[in-house]
């Protein structure tokens, strides 16, 4: 059983910047892979960054590329999510997500929700124009 904790959500005026941070339980964290999703009320959840393994690889969606950077510490098991410039389309509650199979379809699997095994509880963005 893997537990993911996001923190750093929070208010935040259009073009600030916040980081999201999540940490993870478990002793394997660098087998696994992260990401972040986003959901607003009525919407499906959304894919918004992955990041492998070892970090070296990431994706990101087109709303946020650019602006945001997934990023990961796995001598703190903890995985961040910087976010510039942001926009209120942005709002949105943001999930931590940890696939730990140690799955090497990564380039296949990574924007799809039912790839990852875990889910944190989430931590709500809230972007004023």
């Known amino acids: 059983q893997v537990q993911l904790v996001e923190s750093g959500g929070g208010l935040v005026q259009a073009g600030g910047s916040l980081r999201l941070s999540c940490a993870a339980s478990g002793r394997s964290f660098g087998r696994y892979s992260m990401a972040w999703f986003r959901q607003t009320p009525g919407k499906d959840r959304e894919f918004e960054a992955a990041i492998s393994w070892t970090g070296r690889s990431t994706d990101y969606a087109d709303s946020v590329k650019g602006r945001f950077t997934i990023s990961r510490d796995n001598a703190k098991n903890t995985v961040y999510l910087q976010m510039n410039n942001l926009k209120p389309e942005d709002t949105a509650v943001y999930y931590c997500?940890?696939?730990?199979?140690?799955?090497?379809?990564?380039?296949?699997?990574?924007?799809?929700?039912?790839?990852?095994?875990?889910w944190g509880q989430g931590t709500q963005v809230t972007v004023s124009s």
């Open positions: 997500a940890a696939e730990t199979r140690y799955d090497s379809t990564w380039y296949e699997g990574r924007r799809e929700i039912g790839w990852y095994d875990y």
